[in-house]
């Protein structure tokens, strides 16, 4: 519920301090309720951490973030999501990459799935990642227009 965001950041914050962000799970469970949306960003807002957000809709999440000042962005995709195999991770790989130089920057998400971490040295081992530079997300959210 909204009156209990707050509350719970505050509680995820000092079980993680070192954190940058939140994300929001790939059904986008605040994303799509508005009002627990509008509390988040608030309390982002105080707090000075960033918000990540999976692809859905109109983007609702990167959207609010940016109008309350918020550093936030939505994933390029999450890599893993249907339990692919490592190559068709690296290809989804290849193809951030590729936004990434056409745009400025991307942002994957996986899990730590032994497929996932193959595909991930696959395409880095394979000299597809020439031009891109790995980067903290921390990285990204600080390079986002205000």
Do not use: K, Y
């Amino acid at each position: 519920a909204p009156a209990d965001v707050e509350t719970a950041l505050a509680a995820a914050i000092d079980t993680i301090p070192q954190a940058v962000a939140m994300m929001d799970d790939p059904a986008g469970r605040i994303q799509s309720d508005r009002p627990v949306l509008d509390a988040t960003m608030a309390a982002l807002g105080a707090t000075g951490h960033g918000f990540l957000a999976f692809p859905q809709g109109l983007n609702a999440a990167e959207q609010t973030a940016r109008r309350m000042g918020v550093p936030g962005t939505t994933f390029f995709r999450l890599l893993d999501d249907e339990d692919q195999r490592a190559t068709v991770i690296s290809r989804f790989l290849g193809r951030a990459a590729f936004d990434a130089v056409q745009t400025g920057s991307v942002i994957v998400a996986g899990r730590s799935r032994p497929d996932t971490v193959t595909g991930l040295f696959s395409w880095a081992l394979a000299s597809r990642a020439e031009g891109v530079a790995l980067a903290p997300v921390s990285a990204v959210l600080q390079s986002l227009p205000e």
